[in-house]
């Protein structure tokens, strides 16, 4: 029942074997990877040897979780037994006694890996060498930054199975050259539609971490709630927010340095001016068509409402909201929105028509000073602005030359954006929208399937291409991207299980690349018993990752792979 | 960026006012309901006075469930607020002290629920009458069998709200005449691709208990592995499970006990002669083809291999296999599976091909011999046999008329069912099935979606009729339905949310029937607010539920509901 029955339509064809992939699982790949043969195991007294000068306080919590892991993480390697048999082979190997982590000559005086995760995009160093020699005795991490000592941590804790009282690997020596193809590898998740508190948002960061995604981008409010506690604009969150699902200052604080600590960057989106009918609750008088019928003239979901952008007075409030909010954030990236503006609701608001009217502008105008307007506060603070494609694509805004533009609606919309000579991050729904595929959330639709069908597979984000449609000339362009959860249909009950493992299928391909360090292009057939590695990972460390298959296909890398079904002879052929 | 830019395309169309249903949701709708619009709460003092003599133990332990449950469910109402502004309609509302329970006078002496929940199909009494008096004093529940006052207490938990300290109702006085439209309610498990852990089972059959599903349907055994240890035959579960993820025969004793307590009955499936490569690892001698390659050609999951029912020997050791199982069970009913027999691992196994030849009889008449063995052995049990539809339509095998057949390629499939005169439990993949649409599991298919797409939404499963495609005269054949879970990308980590709420559709299409009490049909729209309020009850009471909207619309009964958008003039028209 679990199949349509195959063998009905059987295909002549050569039986190609299958590659089994070796047992060095790490994900994301480095980029730079060299492995022995040799047998080596964890000594019992292992240690961890910082050398650092006045190491910052989450480096050391860093290495504490490192510590951890390595005890608790239990890997059996995926084979039939899980790797006891390989207990034989750890007879009279050498021990690893220590992992000794110093910063280069270059990096200079440490700061906090908190500090160097928010710092701006260009200016990041998240590069580390890592050598386990074969002989054991002591490791040695290295890296030009906190944070790229971090991403060392997080690969040197992949590199151990558990078998017995064994933690070890069969593949020493090691050496490993790593640093990001790609500056932006992220996770969206939209805490408007429906709330998580803050130990879900925690733990995803955890798990983001772990496969070195670096950027939480926080779509917190929209039409449906304004959960977001602003100082100065308290009262937007205390009426717009569902009941007391509010994220205080304290929250924010709580999430940005738990993220920070982990080398992730908070970038907070308030989208404006559509998707904020929630405003309306406190400030009735900066929303247009508020709760007007039937609501799919006026919005994409309801409620219908939207700032009414062609008022200075509404201007000045949300450009005041915007900063406000930035100062909340230590990053210097900030989204204003800008998707889905609906145009219906401002041609029936008399407000907006009497602007026009006045002041002989056009919608058009209004918006693009609206956004510039936005944006040049962010800039005052320091800060790159971010946008969903529409402003460009749809409403032709004009934006400055440093700003970054979401792409959504297809991963053919970058071309648009690269011919416009704007940075890109890809956020394509055709590829990395986690909520599609799960069903229609719209009321009285007894057929409906989501909007954005089919479900997006891991296998699906993880052939996404950066630089498909683009020209050579334009790759420099991407700044990498992201997968994307809108909570229509998702809350705490499963945050993990519709997000882990696929959302590190785009951690790897803007981490990894296009090849993987032998130079073959990365394939879902060598990557999906690493992608377990991952996920049985995150199990054991509280995250409720799913499975990808049946046990008896995870333990036999290969052994499920598609293949074509021969014809077998019937009777009736003799 | 959730959902296509609507606004694009308007369409002329005249509004729709949106009918908001009532406020008394109940999950299944009750087959007769009278309900009024006085206030009524429970009085802190509120008892459930049981009045049957020698109550079994699992009747008083309903009884203190449900009390817990009216303390803890805390559900507020589905209104902006949460019903908080009711208190002021509490305020000298009348106090309801005592729901008294009795049996009536034909039920004769108190059975246990357990052994009226594993009574033959035909022979069970879920009736059950419920009388919630508006001036408050004493409501009643009577029923012919403490089954019927299990689905009672079930109904009576579900009436009631909570703001502030009040637990109250608003439409009282409350009468309710009560029975299942169908007998057989199901929810089918594979603990075979992957395994779950007896608590998981246990919080599932607490959720089914909810909504009044009534038969666990446990596909327990598979290809992938074998998790039953059978009393006579540890050696099959001991050598084909996964490792140590063995059910024991206490497991399955408390499992049985616990599910009858809760009114459900546990049907075991020993999927044969196929599906059963797993055996393999006790008894190569009676598995064909094992592991023969391509497994495409051999089977519709990997790994190939399936019994040898030509043999005398495998017949003989899986009929005593099945009756070891069956004595297990106290159910009635028994699955032997027979879904995709794979034939062309039979022409090219010698032994079968030997026996063919030897006996001079075709593999179909031997495939006949089999099931008829098994089914022989289960009848001599006093058990009904339960087989996949395949058996019937694709291998027109012969079988006695009082089997069950389980239709499962799609829903036109019953017809052919109806036509043998066969009885029908309803599981079509296109209805029914919870892990259609959410991508491909075999491995090495970069662009795979899963072979029954799209995902099943819980307005698709809402809106099956039993009676599709059958003539009147077959629609007593039909017993009822099963939702149906494959674990192929199932585990712990995504039971609740892949299940719940959408197993609840097929619980009231099956309970309820085609028509809501008010002689109304089913339909998705009125039914969402009362999915809402099962589904918060669940949450509360430790299943993760998912959300199926954002807050917002469920607060909002029908805001959210589908509706044509109305062309806005836009200035160019003018």
């Given at each position: 029942m679990a199949r349509s029955r195959i063998w009905q339509y059987f295909v002549l064809s050569v039986y190609a074997a299958i590659s089994i992939p070796g047992i060095l699982c790490l994900w994301p790949m480095p980029r730079s990877?060299?492995?022995g043969t040799t047998s080596l195991v964890l000594s019992t007294s292992f240690s961890i040897d910082l050398q650092v000068q006045d190491a910052p306080e989450d480096l050391q919590q860093a290495i504490t979780r490192t510590q951890s892991y390595l005890r608790n993480d239990n890997l059996g390697r995926l084979v039939v037994g899980r790797g006891t048999s390989d207990l034989g082979l750890l007879q009279g190997a050498k021990e690893l006694q220590s992992l000794r982590v110093t910063l280069s000559n270059e990096a200079g005086k440490a700061r906090s890996i908190s500090s160097e995760a928010t710092a701006p995009l260009g200016s990041r160093s998240e590069e580390y060498s890592l050598v386990i020699p074969s002989a054991g005795s002591t490791a040695t991490l290295i890296a030009n930054s906190t944070l790229g000592l971090f991403r060392g941590l997080t690969t040197f804790e992949q590199l151990w199975y558990t078998a017995g009282e064994a933690t070890y690997t069969l593949e020493a020596p090691i050496r490993i050259i790593d640093s990001p193809a790609f500056p932006y590898r992220g996770l969206m998740l939209d805490t408007a539609r429906n709330f998580f508190p803050v130990s879900d948002i925690k733990r995803t960061l955890d798990a983001m971490s772990w496969a070195k995604i670096n950027q939480f981008h926080w779509h917190v409010t929209d039409s449906q709630s304004f959960p977001l506690e602003i100082l100065g604009f308290t009262e937007v969150a205390a009426k717009g927010a569902y009941s007391n699902s509010i994220y205080s200052p304290e929250d924010v604080k709580d999430i940005v340095s738990y993220a920070g600590a982990r080398?992730?960057?908070?970038?907070?989106?308030?989208?404006?001016p559509g998707h904020t009918a929630s405003i309306h609750e406190s400030h009735p008088e900066h929303i247009a068509c508020y709760d007007s019928s039937p609501w799919m003239t006026f919005t994409n979901e309801p409620m219908a409402g939207q700032l009414r952008f062609a008022s200075a007075a509404t201007t000045n409030f949300t450009a005041g909201l915007i900063e406000a909010t930035a100062r909340m954030?230590?990053?210097?990236?900030?989204?204003?929105?800008?998707?889905?503006?609906?145009?219906?609701?401002?041609?029936?608001?008399v407000e907006t028509q009497r602007i026009l009217n006045a002041t002989g502008q056009t919608l058009q105008q209004k918006l693009e000073m609206f956004v510039q307007t936005l944006h040049g506060g962010l800039k005052?603070?320091?800060?790159?602005?971010?946008?969903?494609?529409?402003l460009i694509l749809t409403h032709n805004v004009t934006v400055s030359n440093d700003t970054i533009v979401m792409v959504w609606s297809s991963s053919s919309a970058a071309e648009g954006i690269a011919a416009k000579n704007l940075q890109i991050v890809h956020a394509p729904s055709d590829y990395f929208y986690l909520d599609c595929g799960a069903g229609e959330w719209i009321g009285a639709d007894p057929d409906g399937n989501s909007w954005c069908d089919p479900f997006k597979t891991w296998q699906r984000a993880y052939i996404f291409d950066p630089y498909e449609n683009l020209t050579e000339s334009h790759q420099h362009l991407v700044l990498g991207g992201e997968q994307v959860l809108w909570s229509e249909q998702s809350g705490p009950q499963n945050l993990d299980s519709i997000i882990w493992p696929r959302a590190a299928a785009s951690a790897e391909v803007f981490w990894t690349g296009p090849t993987l360090p032998d130079g073959t292009p990365r394939n879902v057939q060598?990557?999906?018993?690493?992608?377990?590695?991952?996920?049985?990972?995150?199990?054991?460390r509280g995250v409720d990752a799913i499975p990808l298959q049946p046990l008896w296909c995870a333990l036999r890398p290969g052994a499920c792979d598609l293949m074509d079904a021969v014809k077998v002879p019937s009777p009736h052929d003799r």
């Open positions: 990877l060299k492995a080398g992730i960057d908070v970038v907070v989106e308030i989208d404006t954030f230590p990053s210097s990236l900030f989204s204003t929105g800008g998707d889905e503006v609906n145009l219906p609701c401002y041609q029936l608001d005052g603070l320091g800060k790159t602005p971010i946008v969903w494609e529409d060598s990557a999906l018993p690493r992608l377990y590695d991952l996920r049985f990972r995150m199990v054991q």
